[in-house]
């Protein structure tokens, strides 16, 4: 009779154990998944205020500017010789908006976004339910702007001259208990100017070298 009692004790011991291991499996795969989700939220969610912060810096800094960064040169017949570029200009142009898109997002730490517990599980079952937790951004290192000049044909001799600025940051997401590296790379449309008549190769060439 004890050597029952000893196997059946050991039984569900053996149970007991089973179903603890099969508990922790299930508890890792479900924190795992709200780690990864919680990860593409946070980009997610984090991009997009950065995005918004960026391009409005950028227009309220180009609302400043002046907007004439190239001379278009013609000859006598009427073709297009040479392209000049104001580098002081651009230059200055790309100084300013770094400066505008870094006192922006010094204050992105201003906003807070609320995502309701069960969207960060990643169970579709819980999204949009229980209460909302808070994330904060913060931005990480310098910023970085970079001036690009594109030529692209807009028709029957004709030539869509584009200039971009290419802006790089670092940011942080934070959730209680987990935080996210964001870094961003996106172009901002600065201006664009259709020319009339054929481009040299080489003129093309020369104004790009000036960037």
Known sequence: MRTYRFD????????????????????????????????????????????????DAIDEQLAKEP?????????????????????????????????????????????EMGVPLGTLTGITLFSGRGADINIKLHQVGAVDAKVISEFT??????????????????????????????KMTDEYLIGETVIVGELPQGVVSSYEDYL
């Open 8 to 55: 059946k004790g050991r039984k569900l011991a053996c149970i007991a154990a089973a179903a603890a291991c099969a508990a922790g499996a299930v508890c890792a795969s479900i924190y795992s998944q709200m780690v990864s989700h919680m990860k593409e939220i946070c980009e997610y969610k984090g991009r997009q205020t950065a995005n918004e912060i960026v391009s």
């Open 67 to 111: 907007d004439d960064y190239i001379d278009i040169v013609y000859g006598e017949n009427g073709r297009i010789i040479s392209l000049r570029a104001d580098t002081d200009r651009i230059n200055a142009l790309e100084n300013d908006i770094k400066s505008a898109v870094t006192r922006s997002l010094s204050h992105i730490d201003d906003n």
């Open 153 to 182: 044909s807009a028709g029957i001799n004709q030539t869509r001259h584009s200039m971009k600025v290419e802006i790089t940051a670092e940011l942080s997401a934070i959730l209680p208990g987990h935080s996210t590296d964001i």
